[in-house]
C-alpha cells in the first residue's frame, strides 16, 4: 500500500514540476519502465500572397482561381503543435495535435480548434493508428517557412494503418479511400510495401501502392503506383532532397493536387521534388525547392518553387523567410507569396 501511495505521489509531483515548463519538452521517469515524454514547438508566422489564386495560410496542390488579381496579409500561430509519449517497456504510445481543426475568428479573438495529427500505438515491430502512411519518406521533405513546402511534389498523407517492420522492409494495410468515385464501397485495405537503404551518405526508399479504388456507376479498377524518395548529404551539412512518384497515385501525392478517380478513369500522375538545403554557417541555411504534378487524365498541373533563409538565435529558437510562387498551370493562373516565421522547439 505504501508503493501505492508513494507512486502516485511521485507521478503527481511530476506532472506539476512539468506543467510549470512543459514548453521545455520535459522527460519524465515515472517507473523504471514508465516514461512520458512532452514536446512541439510554437510557431508564428506573417504571411503576404498576392496573385490570381487566392490567399491561403498554407499552400497544398490546389487552389482557388480568380478573375483578378488580389493581395493579403495575415499573422498566425496554428501550426503550433504539441505531443506526449507513453513508454511502458516495449510499448510506446504517442499523440501529436495541432491547431488547423478550423474555427478562428478574426474579428475577436482568433480562436482556432485542435485537430489529431498522430494517435498510434507501436510495439516491438507493429505499429497501428494514424500517422504518416507507409508510402511516404518524411526525411526528404524540405525545411520551408510554408507548412510543408512544395506539396506539390510530396508525397504527404497521414492516415489510419497498421504497419509491420523487418529490418530495412516495412509493409502496411492502410485506410482505403476513392476520391472522387465511390466511397461507400471502399471496403478493402491499401497494401503498401516500402524497403529503405540507409548509411553515413543519407537515405533512400523505395515504394510501392496497390489499392482497389470503386468509380461512381459501381465499377471496381485496380491502381497499382510507385515512389522514390532520397535525402542525400552532399558537402559540409548540405544535403539534397528527391521524390519521383509515377502511377494511380491520386489523393497520396500533391495534397489535393488530383483525385484518384475522373469519371471512370483512374488518374495516372507524374511528380518530382528537388530540393537542396545549404548551411553558411553552423546556424545560418538556406534551401531552394521546386515541385511539380501532373495528371494524365485530369490534365491538372501543379508548380511550386520557393527559397528561404533560417538562422538559428538559440538552440531551440529559430527565425525564417521564404519567397515563392505556387502556380495552377493548366489556367495559367499564379500566386507569389512572401513568409516571415518565428518558431521555438519545445
Request: charged share 20%; no cysteine.
Amino acid at each position: 500500500m505504501f508503493n501505492t501511495q508513494y507512486k502516485k505521489l511521485l507521478l503527481t509531483s511530476a506532472f506539476l514540476t512539468a506543467s510549470t515548463s512543459a514548453l521545455a519538452g520535459y522527460e519524465i521517469n515515472i517507473t523504471e519502465n514508465d516514461k512520458l515524454t512532452f514536446g512541439g514547438y510554437i510557431k508564428i508566422d506573417a504571411r503576404y500572397v498576392d496573385g490570381d489564386i487566392a490567399y491561403r495560410d498554407y499552400w497544398i496542390g490546389d487552389g482557388i482561381a480568380l478573375e483578378e488579381d488580389a493581395s493579403q496579409f495575415r499573422i498566425f500561430a496554428n501550426e503550433t503543435r504539441f505531443n506526449t509519449k507513453y513508454q511502458h517497456g516495449e510499448i510506446t504510445g504517442f499523440i501529436e495535435m495541432d491547431f488547423w481543426g478550423g474555427g478562428g475568428n478574426e474579428i475577436v479573438s482568433n480562436s482556432a480548434n485542435p485537430r489529431i495529427r498522430h494517435a498510434f500505438i507501436n510495439y516491438k515491430d507493429l505499429t497501428v493508428g494514424q500517422t504518416w502512411s507507409t508510402f511516404m519518406n518524411t526525411s526528404a521533405i524540405p525545411e520551408t517557412a510554408d507548412f510543408a513546402g512544395a506539396t506539390t511534389g510530396l508525397v504527404f498523407i497521414r492516415q489510419g494503418q497498421v504497419r509491420y517492420n523487418m529490418g530495412n522492409f516495412q509493409v502496411s494495410i492502410e485506410n482505403p479511400e476513392s476520391w472522387g468515385g465511390d466511397t461507400a464501397n471502399d471496403n478493402i485495405p491499401d497494401l503498401i510495401a516500402r524497403y529503405n537503404i540507409k548509411g553515413d551518405w543519407g537515405n533512400v526508399s523505395i515504394s510501392g501502392l496497390a489499392r482497389q479504388l470503386h468509380t461512381l456507376s459501381g465499377n471496381t479498377e485496380s491502381a497499382f503506383g510507385a515512389s522514390v524518395a532520397a535525402r542525400i548529404k552532399t558537402t559540409g551539412k548540405d544535403d539534397l532532397r528527391l521524390q519521383i512518384h509515377k502511377g494511380d497515385l491520386g489523393r497520396y501525392v500533391g495534397a489535393a493536387a488530383v483525385k484518384d478517380l475522373y469519371g471512370e478513369e483512374v488518374e495516372d500522375i507524374t511528380s518530382v521534388l528537388v530540393a537542396y538545403r545549404h548551411f553558411w554557417n553552423d546556424s545560418l541555411r538556406s534551401s531552394v525547392l521546386y515541385g511539380k504534378v501532373d495528371g494524365d487524365v485530369s490534365n491538372r498541373e501543379r508548380t511550386q518553387w520557393g527559397i528561404n533563409l533560417f538562422q538559428n538565435l538559440t538552440k531551440e529558437l529559430e527565425v525564417g523567410i521564404e519567397v515563392g510562387n505556387f502556380s495552377i498551370d493548366e489556367l495559367d493562373k499564379d500566386s507569389n507569396y512572401l513568409q516571415a516565421t518565428m518558431r521555438y522547439i519545445l
